[in-house]
């Protein structure tokens, strides 16, 4: 009996043995598996929301480009408007200057007509009545030069007044395109960053 014993415990002991192992590789092979399959549905997932963010950063660009172009096309027309605004200024403005030099041309005209006739109907004047009437045209000239001279100011301010709200309408306009444009900008290099 001892060999059959002897064989019977080695044939248990061999069964036990395989059965260990076998369950040992079971077990290997099913946390492959399970490892595999975890792997894999992780992966999928990645997938899955890799394309939902690849769609949502393209609508987002997409937005912001249609948000940029009519932005622009907005500022556009409103460029445009104030540009036939201070074209029509400047026609007034030139009417005005053209008005001014034409008045003061008809004006000097005048007073040398006076001045003419003045001229003839007193050569026969004395000395004293020559000096006097030298001195009134010396103030005539005088008042006319100091008329003249605030008008041009007077128009002068009038102009540089229109060409500073022009200038400051362009820089009202030029920044928040300039602002969008720099965050545009950041915005894009922020998502390449990562």
Do not use: C, H
């Amino acid at each position: 009996m001892s060999d059959k014993e002897d064989s019977e415990q080695n044939k248990e002991k061999e069964n036990i043995i395989v059965k260990g192992w076998n369950e040992f590789v079971s077990n290997i092979t099913k946390g492959y598996n399970n490892f595999q399959k975890n792997i894999e549905e992780s992966s999928k997932k990645n997938t899955e929301l890799w394309n939902q963010n690849q769609e949502k950063i393209n609508k987002f660009f997409e937005g912001a480009k249609e948000n940029w172009n009519t932005t622009m096309k907005e500022w556009g027309t409103e460029i445009a408007k104030t540009q036939n605004e201070n074209i029509d200024s400047w026609d007034v403005n030139l009417e005005k200057v053209n008005a001014f030099f034409k008045s003061n041309q008809q004006s000097w005209e005048n007073k040398l007509k006076e001045w003419s006739a003045d001229f003839e109907k007193r050569q026969t004047e004395t000395k004293e009545q020559w000096e006097e009437r030298k001195q009134k045209i010396g103030e005539d000239i005088k008042n006319w030069q100091d008329k003249s001279k605030r008008d041009w100011e007077k128009g002068l301010k009038s102009f540089r007044r229109e060409m500073m709200k022009g200038s400051y309408m362009f820089l009202a306009f030029m920044i928040p395109i300039l602002v969008v444009f720099l965050v545009i900008v950041y915005i894009v290099t922020r998502l390449f960053d990562y």
